[in-house]
């Protein structure tokens, strides 16, 4: 016979612990579905560009 290794149980630190009527997940509260947006449900995109604060770097090789 095989020798079938142990399985360990998987434990997320990183889960929040709430209380037993609410939920850790915040798409379940949410209009839309999916991964909310880290720029925040106002921005537009796309985002005129003199609204970016990027600046395109410069690279003199070999002056």
């Known amino acids: ?12 630190n990183g889960w929040p612990e709430v209380p037993a009527d609410e939920h850790a997940v915040t798409e379940l509260v949410s209009h839309l579905a999916g991964a909310l ?4 449900n106002e921005t537009v995109f ?3 560009a003199d609204q970016l604060s990027f600046i395109q ?5 070999n002056p």
Do not use: L, Q, R
């Open 37 to 40: 947006s880290p720029f925040g």
């Open 1 to 12: 016979m095989a020798h079938v290794a142990n399985k360990n149980t998987y434990v997320d």
């Open 57 to 61: 770097p410069n690279a003199v090789i």
């Open 46 to 48: 796309p985002v005129p």
